[in-house]
C-alpha cells in the first residue's frame, strides 16, 4: 500500500497508486471556481502503458502516493531477454526484462550505470544519462567530392541501434548519442 497523500500537496512526478494501476503526475492545476469547490486539474502518466489520461479531484481529496525506490546500477550483462544489474551499493543483483526497459535497451552496453525505480520490486522506470558513448560498429565510408552541407548517412552502433551520422564519420570511431531522441550528438 501507498502513503496517503492530499490532491493539495500533489508535485509534478509524484507516483500515485490508483485502482487502475500506477500512474506518475505530469502536471496539475489548481482551480477554485466563483461558484462551488475548488479541485485540482491533473494529467497523469501510466507507468506501465505509458498513455497520459486527465483526471479531475476535489480539493483535499486524499490519494495513495506510491513510495518508490530509485537505485544506480550497473548494467553487467545480458541473458536470453532479460538485463542482468547490479546495485552499486549493495551489490545485490536484479534482473530487468526488455519489455520494463523499452527504449533504454538500445543505448545499453556493459558496464554503463542506470537509475532503476521500483515499487514493490516491479521495475517502474529506467533511465539513463542524457547522452552515452557508442562505437559505431558499420558504416559506409564517406564519399569522397560528396560535401552537401548537413548531409548524413546511416551508421549502426554496437549496440544495434542505427543512428545518422555526419558523412566525415568512419567505422569504429565513438560517438555521442542523445538518449532521449537518438540523435547523434559529437565525435567523443
Known amino acids: 500500500m501507498g502513503v496517503p497523500t492530499s490532491t493539495n500537496d500533489l508535485k509534478n512526478g509524484m507516483t500515485l497508486e490508483l485502482p487502475d494501476g500506477l500512474f506518475t503526475v505530469v502536471e496539475f492545476q489548481h482551480v477554485k471556481p466563483g461558484k462551488g469547490g475548488a479541485f485540482v486539474r ?7 502503458t505509458r498513455a497520459v489520461i486527465d483526471r479531475t479531484y476535489r480539493a483535499d481529496e486524499k490519494l495513495e502516493q506510491a513510495i518508490i525506490d530509485k537505485r544506480d546500477m ?3 550483462y545480458r541473458e536470453n531477454e532479460d538485463y542482468v544489474f547490479m ?3 549493495s551489490y545485490e543483483q536484479l534482473q530487468v526484462n526488455s519489455d520494463a526497459l523499452g527504449s533504454a535497451a538500445q543505448f545499453l552496453k556493459e558496464g554503463d550505470t542506470a537509475s532503476i525505480s521500483t515499487y514493490q520490486d516491479v521495475v517502474v522506470a ?3 544519462p542524457a547522452s552515452v558513448e557508442l562505437t559505431i560498429a558499420v558504416t ?3 564519399v569522397q567530392g560528396d560535401r552537401v552541407s548537413g548531409a548524413r548517412k546511416p551508421a549502426t552502433l554496437e549496440t544495434g ?3 545518422q551520422v555526419p558523412l566525415f564519420i568512419e567505422q569504429g570511431e565513438k560517438i555521442k548519442v542523445d538518449t532521449r531522441t537518438g540523435e547523434y550528438i559529437t565525435r567523443a
Do not use: A, C, R, Y
Not at 494529467?43 to 506501465?48: R, T
Open 42 to 48: 491533473t494529467k497523469l502518466k501510466n507507468v506501465k
Open 87 to 89: 546495485d552499486n551499493v
Open 74 to 76: 550497473q548494467f553487467l
Open 140 to 142: 559506409e565510408p564517406g
Open 126 to 128: 529506467v533511465e539513463l
Open 161 to 163: 541501434i542505427v543512428v
